[in-house]
């Protein structure tokens, strides 16, 4: 039975839901039903009069399950960003996977989408249904602009040994985010952030993986790029990610290298910064893993709903500089960046465009429209999404390395 709707959005009146109801209005193509969703009819209402074109609008609550499961049995493609998703995220995966609706969404929370694997990967992959978190800033960077050098590689006729990424970026923080964080240490889920592969399938856990896939805990100077090399906060989100596509696409004979890895770094331009850096990342995971360090964590954040001003999204960018080696010692160099806060606009983007992308292209997207799962935004999306995210203001190149 034909759906009302090729993409709905739930979470639509929060503060990244307005963003990302903001951004389809602007560039949703001609013809495309799409909805916003959320629990407060009269927040929908509001929203709905700053926006163009003409969305539906559906009344959800992740508290009545009948209303998501109804809102869900309404959409091709649903797309939400109504996290914390551990607290909230549940039942409208569930009923995703129950009507077959593909899904995304911005989560970070790994360990909530380790559970989500071993819950429904089975019967989506049966089914064809395409389940995608972790489509925002985390990951999509780290995950596409990884495939894109694995691609480049094996054009040069060689499989990947490494791929080691490093970011530089500006930009704020919204309250949505620190939410989640706080509510991944009062879940006690924030133990599970250090297994290195906590999303790889079990047929890829084996202590040879385990050795090659370490988090970087140090600081050191990087003479290709001519920086200074730090722990990156989202690296215990990103590289599990791109360790799991690498999985999941040798599953089918396409892995990106026999003894493939992966790491992710922060550049700094002095060994000071670099340091700083690094202690005050530890400072964090010692606050969010105590009790009265979350309290004031809380304090201090944006609360839910709220984030940075236009200006500081606006003036905000990412970049990624993706160091790929190849098994015959071929080196090249990919690079991925944008204009526009990290968290904010360029995780709308990324989001907006992944649910287009299965709204629109899913014969073109990699395995054709029977692929299924819970899967990552590269082996769901791929290189089709790569070219939507460049024609969105996205640059992306690969370049050999001397």
Not at 66 to 94: E, H, I, N
Not at 204 to 211: G, L, T, Y
Request: hydrophobic share 40%; with cysteine.
């Amino acid at each position: 039975m034909a759906t009302p709707y090729d993409v709905v959005l739930y979470g639509a009146t929060g503060f990244t839901g307005r963003q990302t109801a903001h951004y389809f209005a602007a560039h949703a193509p001609a013809g495309l039903r799409w909805a916003v969703a959320g629990r407060n009819r009269a927040k929908l209402d509001r929203l709905l009069e700053g926006l163009a074109g003409d969305p539906g609008c559906i009344v959800a609550d992740s508290g009545d399950p009948a209303s998501v499961d109804a809102m869900c049995a309404q959409a091709r493609v649903l797309l939400t960003t109504a996290g914390p998703f551990a607290k909230y995220g549940d039942p409208v995966v569930d009923a995703c996977v129950r009507h077959k609706t593909h899904y995304v969404d911005i989560t970070g929370e790994t360990p909530w989408v380790r559970r989500v694997i071993d819950r429904h990967h089975g019967q989506a992959s049966a089914d064809g249904t395409r389940i995608v978190p972790l489509c925002g800033f985390d990951s999509i960077p780290s995950d596409l602009g990884t495939l894109m050098v694995v691609e480049s590689l094996r054009e040069r006729g060689t499989a990947t040994k490494s791929v080691s990424a490093s970011f530089k970026a500006k930009g704020g923080l919204n309250g949505g985010t620190m939410d989640s964080a706080i509510a991944l240490g009062d879940s006690g889920d924030a133990a599970q952030l250090g297994d290195t592969l906590l999303l790889n399938p079990p047929t890829h856990q084996s202590r040879e993986e385990r050795k090659r896939s370490r988090d970087r805990r140090t600081v050191d100077y990087d003479a290709t790029r001519g920086v200074w090399l730090a722990p990156f906060f989202m690296a215990p989100v990103n590289t599990r990610v791109v360790r799991r596509s690498n999985a999941l696409f040798a599953q089918r004979g396409e892995g990106y290298g026999p003894a493939f890895a992966y790491t992710e770094a922060m550049e700094m331009r002095s060994k000071a910064k670099a340091w700083g850096l690094t202690l005050g990342m530890g400072a964090f995971e010692k606050a969010i893993g105590s009790k009265l360090g979350r309290r004031v964590l809380a304090r201090v954040a944006p609360d839910p709903g709220e984030g940075p001003s236009e200006a500081v999204m606006d003036g905000g960018f990412f970049r990624v500089r993706l160091v790929g080696e190849g098994e015959d010692g071929q080196r090249v160099l990919g690079v991925m960046q944008a204009d526009g806060d990290p968290g904010n606009r360029v995780t709308v983007k990324c989001l907006c465009e992944s649910a287009l992308a299965l709204a629109t292209q899913l014969d073109d997207l990699p395995g054709g429209p029977d692929r299924g799962g819970v899967l990552t935004p590269a082996f769901a999306l791929g290189l089709p999404l790569l070219d939507r995210l460049r024609a969105a203001g996205f640059e992306a190149r690969v370049e050999p390395l001397g």
